[in-house]
């Protein structure tokens, strides 16, 4: 029972560097989302994706780019990282149906130094 | 705009007593939902409860029950026989049929259970 799996659980990153957070799920869910965890704030939407090669902005989308090209692959990416994006990172996909929740991956630590 | 809002930042609850979690949501959107999850200290999120505004009864799964007044647009979640293990963040979400059914989430309270 994988569901939602995240890559990488913890990353490290210098100001300035890239990276790319991988989801993947196998529950052959349509909707598929990121969201940022910081303390008090609770989680806040940064991009979501409705299928395969569509992609669109959250709430918090700034610094931060993503890419479905399958239908199981949702990444995220951030081109040159700041230490205001130090967070946990959440992925979290879902079936078309409406009173279904959101199925989460384990988050992924990052922190830019 | 829709709004969760989740005024107790911590609650304190003995073993085997019940606790009631405050979540008020503001929506114009006649149609929406309402999670709860919660938050153990390893990280995950997990699903507990859900119930959609036409619901005629409250959500009830095993301990937890949702106690829904849609009138005062609250959705508070109600913890019977409390558990050591029931000690986590618990979050509040609302989605809504606007903006491709995005869930809006408070900013969560932190439950302790106490022996």
């Known amino acids: 029972n994988a569901g939602v799996t995240q890559t990488p659980k913890f990353r490290v990153l210098k100001t300035g560097q890239s990276m790319t957070l991988l989801c993947a799920q196998d529950?052959?869910?349509?909707?598929m989302y990121w969201y940022r965890q910081d303390p008090g704030m609770g989680l806040r939407l940064i991009h979501y994706?409705?299928?395969?090669?569509?992609?669109a902005k959250g709430e918090v989308p700034d610094g931060y780019n993503v890419s479905r090209l399958k239908k199981q692959n949702f990444l995220l990416g951030l081109e040159s990282a700041a230490p205001s994006q130090t967070s946990v990172y959440f992925c979290?996909?879902?079936?078309?149906?409406?009173?279904?929740?959101?199925?989460f991956g384990d988050g992924t630590r990052l922190s830019i130094l | 705009a829709q709004k969760i809002t989740q005024t107790q930042p911590g609650m304190f609850v003995q073993e085997k007593e019940a606790v009631t979690l405050d979540c008020t949501y503001d929506?114009?959107?006649?149609?929406?939902?309402l999670f709860w999850y919660k938050q153990p200290s390893s990280g995950e999120m997990i699903f507990l409860i859900y119930?959609?505004?036409?619901?005629?009864q409250n959500a009830t799964e095993g301990r937890y029950s949702l106690n829904f007044q849609k009138a005062r647009k609250s959705a508070n979640l109600v913890i019977s026989a409390s558990q050591l293990g029931d000690s986590a963040m618990y979050f509040c979400?609302?989605?809504?049929?606007?903006?491709?059914?995005?869930?809006?989430f408070g900013t969560g309270t932190r439950l302790l259970v106490s022996p």
């Open positions: 979290a996909s879902r079936v078309d149906i409406s009173n279904q929740p959101q199925h």
């Open positions: 529950m052959n869910h349509e909707y």
């Open positions: 994706s409705v299928g395969e090669g569509t992609t």
């Open positions: 929506t114009s959107d006649p149609s929406y939902g």
């Open positions: 119930q959609g505004s036409y619901d005629q």
């Open positions: 979400a609302m989605r809504t049929n606007t903006g491709f059914q995005k869930l809006v």
